[in-house]
């Protein structure tokens, strides 16, 4: 049986005259099952595949279809599943011949038949990612039972065949629709570009730095979606009449701003959509503007953090405010929530950082990967500090003093760049 959990982590004691109340809410979620076994609807996967001119570098095509291969060895007998290739156009590629459904169920018989139309795949063409999504989203529609859908997208180039509008346009019409965990293979694709099309998706970005280790990521992709046996999950946060909700973040395993994603479940509550989950733990950053100080010694409940499934609360969080003239009380900052705060800094001058870099400004460049470097050492991130190394000289990390790297891989810079929004846990 599928349970959650919920705990709260704050320093609740607030200083007299003021009205930020900050937390961090640890959501943990055990026994989810399989993907489309928890009878709340059929789970359906779609594997998204770069078939572009580019794709004919040596070895990639054929590490592209391995990978596809590999992921559809991980769909579960009975799962919707098809097979999207994309250039500047999209295909369906399988299933071949679609009948009332653009999808087919899997078993032996569909996955031989969709391994044979992957290995018949060819590059050719140009690249608009948002023609794929269009049509993935089109082949999701075709399945209405279908509560879990999940697709993984593979590019290597950069989205030269269609506009920024066009592709935010194509993207905005699929929000919502499906989660998407977004994958790069080589140097010469956008970071910045996929990230916002995964985050859009509720889905992840990463780089694939060689041909050979497509497979197995795919694979791990896959057989991670499969354990998802939640379909869909709501946080939903009260707060009393008059407050604020500042901001709502996931902090853990990734950086997330979940804030404008906010729908109103009544007019005090607001819901937030997190995805499916499997067995897991993921923490969130919320912060609320209370409508006024009180007296001290008042206490006063500023949100209440719930995990809903289909409608269903599931587990609850309380944040609390009370007001103090103890400095020693107020003073105290919560570990969890300074963790996150410095995390969450660290993702955007990582970004920023390199930025500035592209641009030519190596001024700010300096100045905001010495700022990642501090945060990273501050927060033992020693993943974030150890990709740093391969960008910046380090002279001093507890002040952040750096110099710029004169000669750097653009695959080193691209390895930060994506996994700057992944977090260390807090040492408790």
Known sequence: MTEFSATVFQNEFLPVGATDAHAIVGVTCSGAGRAGHSGAGDAAEVVVVDISG?????????????????????????????????????????????????????????????????????????????????????????????????????????????????????????????????????????????????????????????????????????????????????????????????????????????????????????GYPTGSWGDETREYHVAVRLAAAREVGSEQLAARVQLAVGGEVRAQGLVKAMWTDDDALSARISPEVAHYTGQTELAAAIQDGLAAKAAGDEGTATAKLGRAVQLAAATGNDEATARLRKVVDIDEAATGKVRLKQAVERLDEMALDTASTKTSRVRR
């Open 54 to 270: 580019s794709m004919q570098v040596p070895g990639r095509m054929r590490a592209a279809q391995d990978a596809a291969v590999a992921a559809l060895e991980q769909i579960l007998d009975g799962t919707w599943f098809a097979v999207v290739a994309g250039n500047h156009q999209a295909y369906l590629a399988y299933p071949v011949r679609p009948l009332e459904s653009w999808m087919s169920r899997m078993s032996p018989t569909t996955r031989a038949e969709a391994v044979a139309a992957v290995r018949r795949l060819e590059p050719a063409g140009g690249t608009a990612m948002g023609t794929w999504l269009e049509l993935t989203g089109r082949v999701f529609a075709t399945v209405p039972s279908a509560a879990q859908r999940h697709a993984i997208l593979l590019t290597d180039g950069r989205n030269e065949h269609e506009t920024r509008s066009e592709l935010d346009a194509r993207l905005a019409t699929v929000t919502g629709a499906f989660q998407c965990d977004c994958r790069g293979i080589g140097a010469d694709w956008e970071v910045g570009e996929v990230r916002r099309i995964a985050q859009a998706l509720l889905g992840t970005v990463d780089l694939i730095p060689t041909p050979a280790e497509m497979p197995a990521e795919f694979e791990r992709l896959m057989r991670a979606a499969m354990a998802r046996g939640v379909a869909a999950a709501e946080l939903r946060v009260w707060t009393p009449q008059g407050a604020q909700v500042l901001f709502v973040r996931q902090v853990a395993p990734e950086v997330e701003d979940l804030t404008a994603r906010r729908t109103d479940v009544n007019p005090l509550t607001g």
